[in-house]
């Protein structure tokens, strides 16, 4: 039986930076973050899309889009789980063992 479902989250990446916010008029500590939509089978394999890197305001939220490839590039790991980021390779790998097992049984006399 699978289960399937989705959702969104927000990881903060980085230490915070102050910076002037414009919309509080003072200064705010700045919290580089990911907020990415993601998708779930079975709580095993999931998928992420609608990614996007962000320097939000902790306290109104305003905030800059950050450029994903140099934000990437610059991150000691990447943020986003292992299975989220390989679950369909994983799922894709194990639907065609599944395939060649079911042709081998078939072919097996
Ligand atoms: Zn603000």
Same mark, same amino acid.
């Given at each position: 039986?699978?289960?399937?479902?989705?959702? =969104?989250?927000?990881?903060?990446?980085?230490?915070? =930076? !102050?910076?002037?916010?414009?919309?509080?008029?003072?200064?705010?500590? /700045?919290?580089?973050?990911?907020? %990415?939509?993601?998708? =779930?089978?079975?709580?095993?394999?999931?998928?992420? %899309?609608?990614?996007?890197?962000?320097?939000?305001?902790?306290?109104?939220?305003?905030?800059?889009?950050?450029?994903?490839?140099?934000? =990437?590039?610059?991150? !000691?790991?990447?943020?986003?789980?292992?299975?989220?980021?390989?679950? /369909?390779?994983?799922?894709?790998?194990?639907?065609?063992?599944?395939?060649?097992?079911? %042709?081998? %049984?078939?072919?097996?006399?």
């Amino acid at each position: 039986m699978f289960m399937i479902g989705q959702g =969104e989250r927000t990881v903060a990446i980085g230490p915070a =930076e !102050p910076r002037d916010c414009p919309r509080c008029q003072q200064q705010t500590d /700045f919290v580089p973050q990911l907020k %990415y939509s993601y998708g =779930e089978f079975d709580l095993l394999f999931g998928f992420v %899309y609608n990614k996007r890197y962000q320097l939000a305001c902790p306290q109104c939220g305003h905030g800059w889009i950050l450029d994903t490839r140099q934000t =990437e590039r610059d991150l !000691p790991r990447h943020p986003l789980l292992f299975r989220l980021r390989y679950g /369909f390779l994983i799922l894709a790998g194990l639907i065609a063992a599944l395939g060649l097992a079911a %042709y081998a %049984y078939r072919h097996s006399g």
